[in-house]
């Protein structure tokens, strides 16, 4: 049973995404919340978890979810999509802090809204329109 399991995960690309996104936000909050016990603020120790977390979600992205191979191109495209993602999460996290949400609850809601989106920019950052993927 477990072998089918991996290999439906492994044929469809949602749901590849979704165990990269699930390690990916593992990582992020991991580090998130150790600077935050740290002491560190909010919004630093968000943005060192992105940036931890965005090394990981590149290479996985390309080999496991896409099945792509790393391009400047596409990294560049990448970056520029979780750049956008990043504006993304340090303005709802300062919105939702500023309404009277903790710091360590406001990534649940963050994320609630961020990873479909996020789907759909790095989708396009690395397979570009109509690409076809290959197997690497």
């Excluded at 477990?2 to 580090?31: C, D, M």
């Excluded at 963050?110 to 329109?129: C, D, E």
């Amino acid at each position: 049973m477990p072998r089918r399991v991996v290999k439906f995960v492994s044929s469809h690309e949602v749901l590849r995404y979704g165990v990269v996104g699930v390690v990916a936000t593992a990582i992020h909050l991991g580090v998130y919340y150790l600077l935050l016990w740290a002491g560190v603020n909010y919004n630093l120790s968000y943005g060192a978890g992105c940036v931890v977390s965005l090394a990981f979600n590149f290479y996985a992205s390309n080999f496991y979810t896409f099945r792509t191979r790393p391009t400047v191109a596409g990294a560049v495209k990448f970056l520029g999509s979780h750049g956008v993602n990043f504006l993304m999460h340090i303005v709802l996290l300062n919105i939702y802090v500023a309404v009277g949400i903790s710091e360590k609850l406001a990534p649940v809601f963050i994320y609630a809204i961020a990873i479909p989106l996020t789907f759909l920019l790095v989708r396009r950052s690395l397979k570009g329109k109509g690409q076809k993927t290959e197997n690497v």
